[in-house]
Protein backbone atom coordinates (compact mmCIF):
# COMPACT_ATOMS: atom_id res chain seq x y z
CA UNK A 1 0.00 0.00 0.00
CA UNK A 2 1.51 3.33 -1.05
CA UNK A 3 1.96 5.85 1.66
CA UNK A 4 0.58 8.74 -0.12
CA UNK A 5 -0.67 11.53 2.42
CA UNK A 6 -3.35 14.11 1.70
CA UNK A 7 -6.91 14.63 0.74
CA UNK A 8 -8.50 15.05 -2.62
CA UNK A 9 -12.01 15.81 -3.84
CA UNK A 10 -11.87 14.09 -7.00
CA UNK A 11 -15.25 14.70 -8.25
CA UNK A 12 -17.87 17.42 -7.92
CA UNK A 13 -21.00 17.65 -9.99
CA UNK A 14 -24.25 18.89 -9.86
CA UNK A 15 -27.07 16.52 -9.30
CA UNK A 16 -26.93 12.72 -9.40
CA UNK A 17 -27.10 10.29 -12.22
CA UNK A 18 -30.87 8.73 -11.97
CA UNK A 19 -31.38 6.18 -11.06
CA UNK A 20 -27.35 5.39 -10.08
CA UNK A 21 -26.95 4.15 -6.33
CA UNK A 22 -24.35 6.21 -4.94
CA UNK A 23 -21.87 4.35 -2.72
CA UNK A 24 -20.84 5.90 0.71
CA UNK A 25 -17.95 4.15 0.81
CA UNK A 26 -15.25 2.88 -1.75
CA UNK A 27 -11.81 1.52 -0.76
CA UNK A 28 -9.32 1.77 -3.59
CA UNK A 29 -6.62 -0.29 -2.20
CA UNK A 30 -4.43 2.70 -1.10
CA UNK A 31 -7.45 5.07 0.03
CA UNK A 32 -10.59 5.74 0.67
CA UNK A 33 -13.10 7.35 -1.60
CA UNK A 34 -15.98 8.95 1.22
CA UNK A 35 -18.94 10.63 -0.41
CA UNK A 36 -19.21 13.71 1.51
CA UNK A 37 -23.19 13.25 2.70
CA UNK A 38 -23.47 16.61 4.49
CA UNK A 39 -23.18 18.32 0.52
CA UNK A 40 -25.97 16.16 -0.42
CA UNK A 41 -28.27 16.04 -2.22
CA UNK A 42 -27.06 19.06 -4.45
CA UNK A 43 -23.65 18.01 -5.17
CA UNK A 44 -21.23 14.97 -5.11
CA UNK A 45 -18.03 14.99 -3.75
CA UNK A 46 -16.05 12.12 -3.13
CA UNK A 47 -13.00 12.37 -0.91
CA UNK A 48 -9.80 10.65 -1.39
CA UNK A 49 -8.31 9.73 2.30
CA UNK A 50 -5.16 8.36 2.71
CA UNK A 51 -5.00 8.45 6.76
CA UNK A 52 -6.35 7.64 9.83
CA UNK A 53 -6.75 10.85 10.61
CA UNK A 54 -9.09 12.07 7.84
CA UNK A 55 -11.04 9.31 8.30
CA UNK A 56 -11.02 9.95 11.90
CA UNK A 57 -12.72 13.65 10.92
CA UNK A 58 -14.77 12.39 8.44
CA UNK A 59 -16.91 10.79 10.90
CA UNK A 60 -16.60 13.58 13.31
CA UNK A 61 -17.64 15.74 10.97
CA UNK A 62 -20.18 13.56 9.71
CA UNK A 63 -19.08 13.35 6.05
CA UNK A 64 -20.10 9.71 6.37
CA UNK A 65 -22.33 8.86 9.17
CA UNK A 66 -25.10 6.17 9.75
CA UNK A 67 -24.54 3.36 12.04
CA UNK A 68 -22.89 0.68 10.21
CA UNK A 69 -21.79 3.22 7.65
CA UNK A 70 -19.37 4.57 10.42
CA UNK A 71 -18.42 1.16 11.50
CA UNK A 72 -16.99 -0.06 8.05
CA UNK A 73 -15.05 3.45 7.44
CA UNK A 74 -13.47 3.15 10.83
CA UNK A 75 -12.27 -0.30 9.76
CA UNK A 76 -10.63 1.05 6.48
CA UNK A 77 -9.48 3.94 8.71
CA UNK A 78 -7.64 1.01 10.66
CA UNK A 79 -6.23 -0.35 6.82
CA UNK A 80 -4.80 3.49 6.32
CA UNK A 81 -3.33 3.72 10.26
CA UNK A 82 -1.79 0.55 10.33
CA UNK A 83 -0.18 1.21 7.21
CA UNK A 84 1.96 4.45 8.29
CA UNK A 85 3.53 1.78 10.88
CA UNK A 86 7.71 2.11 10.14
CA UNK A 87 9.10 -0.77 12.33
CA UNK A 88 9.40 -4.28 11.45
CA UNK A 89 8.42 -6.21 14.97
CA UNK A 90 5.34 -7.64 15.46
CA UNK A 91 4.58 -5.87 18.92
CA UNK A 92 5.10 -2.55 18.03
CA UNK A 93 2.97 -2.92 14.85
CA UNK A 94 0.15 -4.43 17.46
CA UNK A 95 0.54 -1.51 19.98
CA UNK A 96 0.74 0.68 16.95
CA UNK A 97 -2.60 -0.65 15.77
CA UNK A 98 -4.15 -0.81 19.10
CA UNK A 99 -3.37 3.38 19.53
CA UNK A 100 -5.42 3.75 15.45
CA UNK A 101 -7.91 1.96 16.49
CA UNK A 102 -8.11 4.06 20.23
CA UNK A 103 -7.87 7.26 18.29
CA UNK A 104 -10.58 6.53 15.58
CA UNK A 105 -13.02 5.19 18.70
CA UNK A 106 -13.14 8.96 20.00
CA UNK A 107 -14.86 10.59 16.76
CA UNK A 108 -18.04 9.69 17.59
CA UNK A 109 -19.83 8.19 20.53
CA UNK A 110 -23.42 6.65 20.24
CA UNK A 111 -23.46 4.46 17.05
CA UNK A 112 -21.48 0.93 18.43
CA UNK A 113 -20.51 0.07 15.26
CA UNK A 114 -18.21 2.13 15.28
CA UNK A 115 -16.59 0.11 17.99
CA UNK A 116 -18.05 -3.20 17.34
CA UNK A 117 -15.80 -2.58 13.93
CA UNK A 118 -12.42 -1.93 15.94
CA UNK A 119 -12.86 -4.40 18.32
CA UNK A 120 -13.04 -6.92 15.25
CA UNK A 121 -10.03 -4.92 13.80
CA UNK A 122 -8.28 -5.82 16.79
CA UNK A 123 -9.31 -8.90 17.27
CA UNK A 124 -8.03 -9.54 13.71
CA UNK A 125 -5.12 -7.75 14.07
CA UNK A 126 -3.73 -10.39 16.96
CA UNK A 127 -4.90 -13.33 14.40
CA UNK A 128 -2.76 -12.31 11.97
CA UNK A 129 0.61 -11.96 13.40
CA UNK A 130 0.02 -15.59 14.62
CA UNK A 131 -1.12 -16.46 11.47
CA UNK A 132 1.54 -15.53 9.53
CA UNK A 133 3.66 -16.88 11.78
CA UNK A 134 6.02 -14.06 12.36
CA UNK A 135 5.74 -12.77 8.69
CA UNK A 136 6.03 -9.31 7.51
CA UNK A 137 4.35 -5.94 8.48
CA UNK A 138 2.95 -6.03 4.38
CA UNK A 139 1.27 -9.30 5.73
CA UNK A 140 0.09 -7.88 8.55
CA UNK A 141 -1.68 -4.93 7.13
CA UNK A 142 -3.05 -7.08 4.08
CA UNK A 143 -4.86 -9.24 6.64
CA UNK A 144 -6.45 -6.28 8.30
CA UNK A 145 -7.21 -4.66 4.66
CA UNK A 146 -9.13 -8.08 4.25
CA UNK A 147 -10.96 -7.80 7.26
CA UNK A 148 -12.32 -4.26 6.17
CA UNK A 149 -13.19 -5.14 2.75
CA UNK A 150 -15.12 -8.34 4.55
CA UNK A 151 -16.92 -5.86 6.62
CA UNK A 152 -18.41 -3.92 4.26
CA UNK A 153 -19.13 -7.10 1.94
CA UNK A 154 -21.10 -8.41 4.88
CA UNK A 155 -23.06 -5.28 5.46
CA UNK A 156 -24.42 -5.70 2.14
CA UNK A 157 -26.00 -9.38 2.84
CA UNK A 158 -26.97 -8.38 6.36
CA UNK A 159 -29.05 -5.51 5.11
CA UNK A 160 -30.55 -7.29 2.40
CA UNK A 161 -31.10 -9.89 4.79
CA UNK A 162 -33.29 -7.63 7.53
CA UNK A 163 -35.05 -6.48 4.52
CA UNK A 164 -36.20 -10.17 3.36
CA UNK A 165 -37.12 -10.52 7.13
CA UNK A 166 -39.23 -7.21 7.34
CA UNK A 167 -41.11 -7.27 3.91
CA UNK A 168 -44.00 -9.68 4.74
CA UNK A 169 -44.66 -6.75 7.49
CA UNK A 170 -45.76 -4.71 4.30
CA UNK A 171 -48.35 -4.58 2.34
CA UNK A 172 -48.88 -3.32 -1.08
CA UNK A 173 -50.53 0.22 -0.97
CA UNK A 174 -48.92 0.60 2.86
CA UNK A 175 -48.06 4.17 3.81
CA UNK A 176 -44.48 3.74 5.71
CA UNK A 177 -43.25 6.51 8.05
CA UNK A 178 -39.47 6.56 8.78
CA UNK A 179 -37.08 9.37 10.06
CA UNK A 180 -33.27 9.99 9.47
CA UNK A 181 -31.69 8.24 7.05
CA UNK A 182 -30.94 4.61 7.71
CA UNK A 183 -31.21 3.86 3.68
CA UNK A 184 -28.16 2.51 1.25
CA UNK A 185 -26.16 5.88 2.09
CA UNK A 186 -25.85 4.23 6.00
CA UNK A 187 -24.53 0.97 5.12
CA UNK A 188 -23.11 -0.67 2.08
CA UNK A 189 -26.14 -1.42 0.71
CA UNK A 190 -30.41 -1.53 1.00
CA UNK A 191 -29.65 -0.16 4.22
CA UNK A 192 -31.44 -1.34 7.29
CA UNK A 193 -34.97 0.77 8.06
CA UNK A 194 -35.32 1.51 4.37
CA UNK A 195 -34.41 -2.39 2.97
CA UNK A 196 -37.89 -3.41 2.82
CA UNK A 197 -38.54 -0.76 0.92
CA UNK A 198 -36.26 -1.74 -1.63
CA UNK A 199 -36.92 -5.19 -1.69
CA UNK A 200 -40.86 -4.30 -1.64
CA UNK A 201 -39.96 -2.41 -5.07
CA UNK A 202 -37.79 -5.19 -6.55
CA UNK A 203 -41.35 -7.75 -5.51
CA UNK A 204 -43.28 -5.16 -7.63
CA UNK A 205 -45.19 -4.76 -3.90
CA UNK A 206 -46.18 -0.51 -4.08
CA UNK A 207 -45.43 1.14 -0.44
CA UNK A 208 -46.14 5.09 0.56
CA UNK A 209 -43.17 6.53 2.03
CA UNK A 210 -43.16 9.31 4.02
CA UNK A 211 -39.82 10.80 5.26
CA UNK A 212 -39.44 13.32 8.36
CA UNK A 213 -37.04 15.93 7.70
CA UNK A 214 -34.71 15.13 10.61
CA UNK A 215 -33.97 18.37 12.09
CA UNK A 216 -31.59 19.70 12.75
CA UNK A 217 -29.11 18.13 10.32
CA UNK A 218 -32.01 17.15 7.79
CA UNK A 219 -30.62 13.57 6.90
CA UNK A 220 -34.69 12.99 5.89
CA UNK A 221 -34.77 15.79 3.78
CA UNK A 222 -31.19 15.49 2.30
CA UNK A 223 -30.28 11.94 2.13
CA UNK A 224 -33.51 9.51 2.37
CA UNK A 225 -36.16 11.92 0.27
CA UNK A 226 -32.40 11.39 -1.72
CA UNK A 227 -32.17 7.98 -2.47
CA UNK A 228 -35.69 6.86 -2.31
CA UNK A 229 -36.64 9.25 -5.21
CA UNK A 230 -33.24 8.49 -6.93
CA UNK A 231 -34.63 4.66 -7.31
CA UNK A 232 -37.88 5.89 -7.76
CA UNK A 233 -39.59 5.10 -4.72
CA UNK A 234 -43.13 6.66 -3.73
CA UNK A 235 -41.40 9.06 -1.03
CA UNK A 236 -43.31 12.29 0.31
CA UNK A 237 -41.01 14.57 2.44
CA UNK A 238 -42.53 16.11 5.86
CA UNK A 239 -41.28 18.58 8.28
CA UNK A 240 -40.68 16.18 11.62
CA UNK A 241 -43.60 17.95 13.13
CA UNK A 242 -46.43 17.10 10.38
CA UNK A 243 -46.15 13.30 11.56
CA UNK A 244 -48.78 13.31 13.89
CA UNK A 245 -50.99 15.14 11.66
CA UNK A 246 -50.57 12.37 9.04
CA UNK A 247 -51.03 9.35 11.37
CA UNK A 248 -54.35 11.22 12.54
CA UNK A 249 -55.71 11.72 8.72
CA UNK A 250 -54.99 7.08 8.25
CA UNK A 251 -52.29 7.60 6.15
CA UNK A 252 -49.73 5.53 8.09
CA UNK A 253 -49.83 2.01 8.72
CA UNK A 254 -46.01 1.35 10.08
CA UNK A 255 -43.07 3.05 11.77
CA UNK A 256 -39.84 1.84 10.51
CA UNK A 257 -36.24 3.36 11.66
CA UNK A 258 -32.79 2.44 11.75
CA UNK A 259 -30.84 2.56 15.09
CA UNK A 260 -26.87 3.39 16.40
CA UNK A 261 -27.40 1.21 19.48
CA UNK A 262 -29.89 -1.33 20.33
CA UNK A 263 -29.44 -1.80 24.51
CA UNK A 264 -30.32 -5.35 26.20
CA UNK A 265 -33.47 -4.70 27.75
CA UNK A 266 -34.94 -3.94 24.28
CA UNK A 267 -34.69 0.04 24.73
CA UNK A 268 -33.11 1.85 21.51
CA UNK A 269 -30.68 4.67 20.63
CA UNK A 270 -31.78 6.19 17.33
CA UNK A 271 -31.56 10.17 16.02
CA UNK A 272 -33.38 12.50 17.70
CA UNK A 273 -37.16 12.39 17.00
CA UNK A 274 -37.28 8.74 17.29
CA UNK A 275 -39.04 8.46 20.50
CA UNK A 276 -41.75 11.11 20.18
CA UNK A 277 -42.14 9.20 16.45
CA UNK A 278 -42.61 6.15 18.60
CA UNK A 279 -45.10 7.52 21.31
CA UNK A 280 -47.31 9.32 18.32
CA UNK A 281 -47.29 5.48 16.79
CA UNK A 282 -48.77 4.20 20.24
CA UNK A 283 -51.13 6.55 20.36
CA UNK A 284 -52.72 5.78 16.85
CA UNK A 285 -52.29 1.92 17.25
CA UNK A 286 -49.52 2.18 14.26
CA UNK A 287 -46.34 -0.83 15.07
CA UNK A 288 -43.41 0.81 15.63
CA UNK A 289 -40.64 -1.66 13.92
CA UNK A 290 -36.74 -1.03 14.71
CA UNK A 291 -34.54 -2.56 11.80
CA UNK A 292 -31.13 -3.62 13.36
CA UNK A 293 -27.81 -5.62 12.24
CA UNK A 294 -26.73 -7.63 15.08
CA UNK A 295 -23.46 -5.17 15.11
CA UNK A 296 -25.92 -2.31 16.47
CA UNK A 297 -27.00 -4.24 19.01
CA UNK A 298 -24.96 -4.28 22.56
CA UNK A 299 -25.66 -6.77 25.23
CA UNK A 300 -22.84 -5.23 27.12
CA UNK A 301 -25.42 -1.73 27.76
CA UNK A 302 -28.31 -2.87 29.91
CA UNK A 303 -30.68 0.19 29.30
CA UNK A 304 -31.25 2.87 27.10
CA UNK A 305 -29.95 5.31 29.66
CA UNK A 306 -26.95 3.48 29.80
CA UNK A 307 -25.80 4.60 26.12
CA UNK A 308 -24.26 7.84 25.72
CA UNK A 309 -25.92 10.30 23.84
CA UNK A 310 -24.21 12.51 21.60
CA UNK A 311 -24.40 16.29 21.72
CA UNK A 312 -23.45 18.79 18.87
CA UNK A 313 -23.07 22.14 18.13
CA UNK A 314 -24.95 24.80 18.86
CA UNK A 315 -24.74 26.33 15.42
CA UNK A 316 -26.33 23.41 13.75
CA UNK A 317 -29.62 24.80 15.32
CA UNK A 318 -28.92 28.45 15.22
CA UNK A 319 -27.66 28.48 12.00
CA UNK A 320 -30.12 26.58 9.32
CA UNK A 321 -30.60 26.84 6.08
CA UNK A 322 -27.83 28.92 5.13
CA UNK A 323 -28.53 31.72 7.72
CA UNK A 324 -28.74 32.84 11.41
CA UNK A 325 -32.12 31.64 12.51
CA UNK A 326 -31.95 32.22 16.47
CA UNK A 327 -30.74 35.37 18.47
CA UNK A 328 -26.85 35.85 19.30
CA UNK A 329 -26.05 34.14 22.37
CA UNK A 330 -29.50 31.82 23.07
CA UNK A 331 -29.12 29.06 25.11
CA UNK A 332 -29.12 25.60 22.93
CA UNK A 333 -29.20 21.88 23.71
CA UNK A 334 -28.49 19.84 20.78
CA UNK A 335 -28.81 15.51 21.72
CA UNK A 336 -27.95 14.09 18.52
CA UNK A 337 -29.69 11.13 19.86
CA UNK A 338 -32.83 9.51 22.00
CA UNK A 339 -33.77 6.18 23.45
CA UNK A 340 -37.24 5.08 22.66
CA UNK A 341 -37.99 2.77 25.41
CA UNK A 342 -38.40 -0.85 24.68
CA UNK A 343 -42.22 -0.40 25.56
CA UNK A 344 -42.92 1.65 22.54
CA UNK A 345 -41.26 -1.41 20.22
CA UNK A 346 -43.31 -3.22 18.48
CA UNK A 347 -40.83 -5.74 16.93
CA UNK A 348 -37.02 -5.70 16.03
CA UNK A 349 -35.90 -6.69 12.91
CA UNK A 350 -32.07 -7.96 12.09
CA UNK A 351 -30.23 -10.25 9.92
CA UNK A 352 -31.19 -13.47 11.66
CA UNK A 353 -35.21 -12.58 11.93
CA UNK A 354 -37.67 -10.39 13.94
CA UNK A 355 -37.76 -10.36 17.95
CA UNK A 356 -40.15 -8.94 19.82
CA UNK A 357 -40.48 -8.29 23.79
CA UNK A 358 -39.58 -9.98 26.36
CA UNK A 359 -36.52 -8.36 24.35
CA UNK A 360 -33.72 -8.87 27.05
CA UNK A 361 -34.72 -12.55 26.09
CA UNK A 362 -35.18 -12.61 22.49
CA UNK A 363 -32.20 -10.10 21.67
CA UNK A 364 -29.86 -12.68 23.86
CA UNK A 365 -31.25 -15.67 21.92
CA UNK A 366 -29.73 -14.03 18.48
CA UNK A 367 -26.34 -14.62 19.82
CA UNK A 368 -27.03 -18.13 21.30
CA UNK A 369 -25.66 -19.73 18.10
O1 LIG B 1 -26.22 11.30 13.09
P1 LIG B 1 -26.39 10.22 12.06
O2 LIG B 1 -26.81 10.73 10.72
O3 LIG B 1 -25.17 9.32 11.99
O4 LIG B 1 -27.58 9.33 12.62
C1 LIG B 1 -27.98 8.20 11.88
C2 LIG B 1 -29.14 7.50 12.47
O5 LIG B 1 -29.68 7.89 13.47
C3 LIG B 1 -29.57 6.25 11.77
O6 LIG B 1 -30.95 6.05 11.92
C4 LIG B 1 -28.82 5.04 12.37
O7 LIG B 1 -27.46 5.28 12.43
C5 LIG B 1 -29.08 3.81 11.58
S1 LIG B 1 -28.31 3.82 9.97
C6 LIG B 1 -28.66 2.30 9.27
Request: glycine letters at 10%; a negative charge; aromatic letters at 10%.
Given at each position: MSKKKGSTPVTSAKAAVSGQALSSLVWKGDRLSMLDQRLLPETIVMLDLFTAEEVWDGIHAMKVRGAPAIGMAAAYGVVLGASAYDGTDAAGWLEHVHGVCGHLATSRPTAVNLFWALDRMKKRAGEVIAEAGGGQVEDWNAGLEHEAVAIQAEDEEVCRQIGVHALPLFEDGMGVLTHCNAGGLATA?????LAPMYLAQENGIHLKVFADETRPVLQGARLTAFELQQAGIDVTLLCDNMAGMVMSKGWVQAVIVGTDRVAANGDVANKIGTYSLAVLAKAHGIPFYVASPL???????????DIPIEERSAEEITESFGKRTAPQGIKVYNPAFDITP?????AIITEKGIVQAPFSDSLTALFAD
Open positions: KYGTASTIDLQTATGAHEYIT
